[in-house]
């Protein structure tokens, strides 16, 4: 359950076509899992013209989550999530090595909320290029 919740999260931090509606959507899915650590990752991103440059471009952003690590021996638990991040465009693809490491605590289950988990301290640890190869 802590796995999924952090895959989940991430996915729909990280998942992103390029329509300003869609990524609203799916922030405004992913922050009542989170402390203000995510909401300031998006804020920065945001600032930076990250969300903006996606849509007018036409990049649609895609995480494949490859594993996650939880500690639960240590309460609050540790976790690491591992991914391949995609920023598909028209001519192109870029693929990336992700990594993220979070805390988290249990609080209520929620509709919002499900696993009744809070990710705290939200960090990207890696995201790292691959490389680019041409579409056909």
């Given at each position: 359950?802590?796995?999924?919740h952090?895959?989940?999260?991430?996915?729909?931090?990280?998942?992103?076509?390029?329509?300003s509606?869609?990524?609203?959507?799916?922030?405004?899915?992913?922050?009542?899992?989170?402390?203000?650590?995510?909401?300031?990752?998006?804020?920065?991103?945001?600032?930076?013209?990250?969300?903006?440059?996606?849509?007018?471009?036409?990049?649609?952003q895609?995480?494949?989550?490859?594993?996650?690590?939880?500690?639960v021996?240590?309460?609050?638990?540790?976790?690491r999530?591992?991914?391949?991040?995609?920023?598909?465009?028209?001519?192109?693809?870029?693929?990336?090595e992700?990594?993220?490491?979070?805390?988290?605590?249990?609080?209520?289950?929620?509709?919002?909320?499900?696993?009744?988990?809070?990710?705290e301290?939200?960090?990207?640890?890696?995201?790292?290029?691959?490389?680019?190869?041409?579409r056909?």
């Amino acid at each position: 359950e802590v796995q999924d919740h952090v895959a989940r999260f991430n996915g729909l931090l990280l998942n992103l076509s390029p329509s300003s509606e869609a990524i609203r959507a799916n922030i405004d899915r992913a922050l009542p899992m989170s402390d203000r650590s995510a909401y300031n990752y998006w804020q920065d991103l945001s600032e930076q013209g990250f969300y903006q440059r996606l849509v007018q471009a036409n990049i649609t952003q895609q995480m494949v989550v490859d594993s996650v690590t939880v500690d639960v021996s240590v309460y609050p638990y540790t976790a690491r999530c591992y991914a391949h991040q995609y920023m598909i465009r028209e001519s192109n693809i870029t693929a990336y090595e992700f990594e993220s490491s979070c805390r988290l605590i249990e609080t209520e289950r929620s509709p919002v909320n499900p696993h009744g988990l809070m990710i705290e301290k939200f960090n990207v640890v890696r995201n790292e290029s691959l490389g680019t190869r041409q579409r056909k």
